[in-house]
């Protein structure tokens, strides 16, 4: 049995860099399920779907999109894309494995996905532009193209300069601070969000931060900054989360 999961590379270190795909490998690398990495460049993930027969993620009449991360389950032979279908399909096609939905937080997990969006949007103009930057040349024109048309602005225009940029900086860190309390305003003791459990939430949120690390450098001024917002609960998340962030 071997899974294998399709994801966009970077000429990063890690090679993986997308947050969507990280909820899904992070899952992998918890649950011991064997797996593999295909890398599929921005512009070619319609056909490679199309040719492996997984549907698109939006099929509406005005628009189709394909997007990763995708699966093939060779024990199956089944295909599909979207983190949580992806998930859905792994809790249930292998129960033996450890759950990342513990204690029945299948909808309190699942909110927390959509939740936090809005709590960290503000800060997703300041990575756009460091993801052009990290990404394999074959993937570059179709990112800049993509992401303009989206934002309405050059990719160099994207990120916000001056007071707006401080007032942005700010929203970012009392939206960070909202996740935060969820985390630290509960008995159990542990870094995750369920104390010393790792779940899914967990991956979705560990992915978002290395989204960020990766667009903006792991040593770059803004990420060293994020690490020590509310008392460094940021750092001390993202370093537990290390455990899982292997790839194969």
Known sequence: MTITLYDIPSAHPLGAWSPNTWKIRYALNYKNIPYK?????????????K??????????????????????????NIYMADSVPIIEYLEKQYPDKPTVFPNDTWGLQLFFDDAMNNHVEPIWPFIVAGVFYILNPASQEYYRRTREKLFKKTLEEIEPKGNEAVDAWAKSKAGFSKIAERYTKRQ?????????????????LGGELLWYCCALGENSE????????DGGFWGTFFDAMKKYEEVK
């Not at 990495?37 to 779907?49: D, F, K, M």
């Not at 803004?222 to 917002?229: L, S």
Request: aromatic share 12%.
């Open 222 to 229: 803004k990420w060293q900054e994020i690490r020590t917002w």
């Open 37 to 49: 990495t295909e890398w599929v460049e921005y512009p070619n993930i319609e056909a490679r779907c």
């Open 51 to 76: 040719e492996l027969g997984i549907r698109p993620t939006i099929d509406r009449p005005d628009r189709t999109l394909y997007t990763l991360p995708a699966i093939h389950d060779s024990t199956t």
């Open 188 to 204: 159990a003791q542990g870094p995750f969000l369920m104390g010393d459990t790792v779940s899914w939430a967990d991956f979705v």
